[in-house]
């Protein structure tokens, strides 16, 4: 992902693809595609690995862009542009597309959008390789929330968002048959009493689909709540990233660990994690390294 606004002499940001060695994991750039909008902030391969998802920040727009035989990108087919806006001037103008996944059934996908306060609803049809709106189906969210990022529950039909600009994290059901979605809770991601500023960036549900995982920026922490069969969220620990503006954060394949990635403190905090409560313990494990603001595992090679 490059987050830039002019590329070629277009505005619009791009997307790189890198082979990945399979003994060493180190990585060889193959080439690029333009993201179609400016300010590229998140990406997604849809759960067919036939198609990328990108969210373009400035503007607004999502865009699709499918996969070659070599791993390489061929040029967007579908381009969407967002609409609406939101009650915080200087963040909320205008919309801004900030995270598009595929929905577990690779039928739809969602797309958060921070400047809009909405969660937009598209088909997705593979064939075609488009995204089509579905009229009636978006999460409407609180005025002046700014959704961010989303994540799906593994066995339920909700859908989880962290909010950015009002520090909470809402529980919308997923009606999987029309593509809807419905607003069903809302809590806060920080401890009771807690005033200073604060934006929630990053958020996970372990594989086991009983404890959700929001990070805080400002508070520096990750807020780990219980899920209900409901999917009622209760607050059960908010525990500190030792590090500043913890904008991502990664469960490995085993789910014992988790890492955060510090970026304006320029590190990589790792805790264990309790299998059965969720909860995390810091174990003094730091990686130095300038600004890390994402994190992925790499599958074992087959």
Known sequence: MNEIDKYNNRATGAVSTFAIARDTGALTRQGEQPSEGGAPCYLSVDRSGRIVLVANYDGGSVALLPIQPDG??????SVVKHTG?????????????????ADPTNRFALAADLGADRVFVYRL???SKS?????????????GAGPR???????????????????TVATLR???ERGTLSPVYTNSTLPVGWTGTNYPADIHVAPSGRTLYVSNRGHNSIAVFSIAATGALTLDQVVSTDGD???????DPTGRWLLVANQKSNSIIVFGRDQES???????????LPSPVCLRFRAHAA
């Open 72 to 77: 390489t990108l061929a040029p967007a087919t």
């Open 245 to 251: 503006w913890p904008r991502n954060f990664s469960l």
């Open 278 to 288: 969720g909860k995390l313990t810091p174990t003094r494990q730091r990686i130095s």
């Open 125 to 127: 049809d593979l064939d």
């Open 149 to 167: 990022h989303i994540t799906f529950h593994p066995t339920l039909p909700l859908v989880f968002v962290a909010n950015e600009l009002d520090s």
């Open 131 to 143: 995204l089509h709106h579905i009229e009636g189906g978006d999460g409407v969210m609180r005025a």
């Open 85 to 101: 806006n939101g009650p915080i001037a200087d963040r909320q103008s205008e919309p801004h597309a900030h995270c598009i996944i």
């Open 174 to 176: 997923f009606d999987s």
